[in-house]
């Protein structure tokens, strides 16, 4: 099969290297997928320069993934040969092969149907960006009635996130960054956009619900909003954040105690399983419910792989930058 991969961690362009490699064989308990698309997200990059990198001689990058699969291990049952799926964890996890290579064998449990009505390179967007919105949103419970912020409202996560929200019956207040990414928030369904550059978030937040605060924060900068969400909360909210640039914010203890407020740092390779699997399970109901907005960014060959990560590493983009493997 033709793939990608590094033998050393450091720049895309330095490490990966185009070539051929023997394809995996399912393991008992595993699918093997043939892949119509990768894509690449920040976390890839990350692992790619070398911080909490497997230990491994050759490491494949990407996480998500979708195509076909091709091989049934020994005592699967939730699929068969033929079956069009999306998949997540690919090279994560502990895991040294990843989804920049014409197939993967990876566990069952982290491979999902995808309907046929979505593509594969919108169906590559889903994975680990639809499943962290998924678990934010839902993991302590059913948000019907509740009132939610979506903070990086036209992120990978952000985006999904406000469609999920609103699906589920929730209200949904997205904030972005721009004008552009504030036609995207409102597109995915956002009740209510705020330009966090350009307006003051907590009043127009505390106004729109009439001063009471809001039940759930999905939180993309947990340490340069705090002092935000903390003027935003209502008692008994959930804070449930993915990212942080400033790995050591200061949290201050009496203001979240006198609201009663918990707090979830998530990964999502560490999620129990059952829940994992409760999420794909909504995950394909709300995509066999409607049509839904499915961001891309940008496309490269299998080959300039390096190229897709570079114009991760570089920002900016709006959307998933996808890497055609077919």
């Not at 070539?19 to 997200?41: K, T």
């Not at 942080?244 to 949290?251: G, L």
Request: proline share 6%; net charge neutral.
């Amino acid at each position: 099969m033709k793939a990608v991969w590094y033998e050393r961690c450091g720049e895309a362009a330095d490490v990966l290297v185009h070539g051929d490699m023997e394809p995996p064989q399912a393991r008992p308990g595993e699918v093997r997928v043939r892949l119509h698309a990768s894509s690449v997200n920040p976390a890839d990059t990350v692992l790619r320069r070398g911080a909490g990198q497997v230990a491994a001689p050759r490491i494949i990058p990407n996480s998500d993934g979708a195509g076909v699969i091709d091989q049934v291990g020994a005592g699967v049952t939730r699929f068969c040969v033929g079956e069009r799926v999306w998949l997540y964890n690919g090279q994560r996890n502990g895991r040294a092969f990843g989804t920049a290579a014409q197939y993967i064998a990876i566990d069952e449990r982290l491979v999902t149907p995808l309907p046929d009505s979505v593509g594969f390179v919108q169906g590559v967007t889903l994975g680990i960006p639809c499943m962290t919105a998924w678990v934010c949103l839902f993991m302590d419970g059913p948000i019907e009635g509740r009132t939610v912020v979506v903070t990086g409202g036209a992120g990978a996560v952000g985006h999904y996130a406000v469609q999920l929200a609103k699906w589920a019956g929730a209200r949904v207040i997205a904030t972005v960054s721009s004008a552009e990414k504030a036609d995207i928030a409102r597109q995915a369904g956002a009740d209510l956009v705020i330009d966090y550059k350009t307006e003051p978030v907590a009043d127009i937040v505390m106004q729109a619900t009439a001063g009471r605060g809001v039940d759930r924060i999905v939180e993309v900068e947990f340490g340069d909003n705090l002092a935000t969400s903390l003027e935003i909360l209502a008692n008994n909210a959930t804070i449930a954040t993915y990212a942080s640039r400033n790995a050591m914010p200061v949290v201050p203890f009496d203001r979240l105690k006198g609201k009663n407020v918990t707090i979830h740092a998530l990964r999502l390779p560490l999620m129990p399983p059952a829940l994992c699997r409760k999420g794909q399970s909504q995950i394909t109901q709300w995509l066999e419910s409607g049509p839904r907005l499915h961001l891309v960014a940008a496309s490269f060959p299998l080959a300039a792989t390096a190229a897709a990560h570079q114009a991760v590493e570089r920002g900016g983009k709006l959307g998933t930058v996808v890497v055609d493997c077919s």
